[in-house]
C-alpha cells in the first residue's frame, strides 16, 4: 500500500518560464568546462548552504580557486538570482495534486536539488503547507542520485521504501535510483504522450498508482 508519494521540484511541479539560469551563468562567468561543472562546481553550489550572492562569489573562490567576480558580474549574478526567484510558474495539476493527496490522507515528500537561492518558491507559492517533509539538497549536504537523500527522507517519513513513489522529470535521479533502493519510481514526462507503466504526462495520473 502506498502510503507517501515524493516529489521533485523545479519541472514537477514549479515550471521555470526561461532556461538562462544562475547556475549556468556561474559556468559561463567562471568559464568552467561542461565536465567540471557538472561534476564539481554545480554539486558543490546545490549541497552548501549559500545564503547570499557573496556567499556564493566566496564559495566558488575557496573551493576552486577562482578570482572574485568584478562588480558588473556581481551584479549581474544577483540579478540572475532574482529571475530565478520570480520568473516561475505552477504547472495546472500541481495543487490540485497535492490537494487531492491531502485529502486522501497520503503523506507528501519533497527531495529537490537546490541551491539555496533556488528554496524561495517553495514558500512563494504556499507549496510547504502541503508537505510532511521537505529535504532539500543544500540543507541535507546530498544530491539526487546519491542514495543518501532518499534514505533520509524515508527515515522522515517512518515508511518502508516500498509505501512510497518518487516523481519526478529527471529518468535517473526521479526513477532508476529511487527504484534501486526500492522506492517506487514514476517518470514525469509532460512532453511525450508514449505510455509505459513507468511514465506518466501529467500529475492527476498519480491517482492510478496509489
Known amino acids: ?38 561534476k564539481h562546481v554545480k554539486r558543490g553550489v546545490m549541497t552548501t548552504p549559500l545564503n547570499s550572492t557573496e556567499e556564493i562569489v566566496n564559495y566558488i573562490t575557496q573551493a576552486f580557486g577562482k578570482n572574485n567576480v568584478n562588480k558588473k558580474q556581481f551584479q549581474e549574478l544577483e540579478e540572475r538570482i532574482e529571475k530565478d526567484k520570480n520568473m516561475i510558474e505552477l504547472y495546472d495539476d500541481t495543487i490540485k495534486t497535492l490537494e487531492y493527496l491531502k485529502d486522501n490522507n497520503v503523506k507528501i515528500a519533497l527531495i529537490s536539488n537546490a541551491a539555496t537561492f533556488h528554496k524561495d518558491p517553495l514558500y512563494k507559492f504556499g507549496l510547504d503547507k502541503y508537505f510532511d517533509y ?22 522522515n517519513l517512518g515508511l518502508k521504501p516500498e509505501e512510497t513513489i518518487m516523481i519526478g522529470d529527471n529518468k535517473q535521479k526521479d526513477f532508476e535510483m529511487p527504484k534501486e533502493i526500492g522506492i517506487n519510481g514514476l517518470h514525469l514526462n509532460r512532453n511525450n504522450s508514449t505510455k509505459n507503466p513507468h511514465t506518466i504526462n501529467s500529475l492527476y495520473e498519480i491517482r492510478e498508482y496509489l
Open 1 to 38: 500500500m502506498i502510503k507517501a508519494v515524493i516529489f521533485d521540484l523545479w519541472n514537477t511541479l514549479i515550471k521555470p518560464t526561461y532556461d538562462d539560469h544562475t547556475i549556468k551563468l556561474i559556468k559561463e562567468m567562471y568559464g568552467f568546462s561542461d565536465e567540471f561543472h557538472r
Open 134 to 155: 521537505v529535504c532539500f539538497s543544500c540543507d541535507v549536504g546530498y544530491w539526487k542520485p546519491q542514495k543518501e537523500i532518499y534514505k533520509i527522507t524515508l527515515e
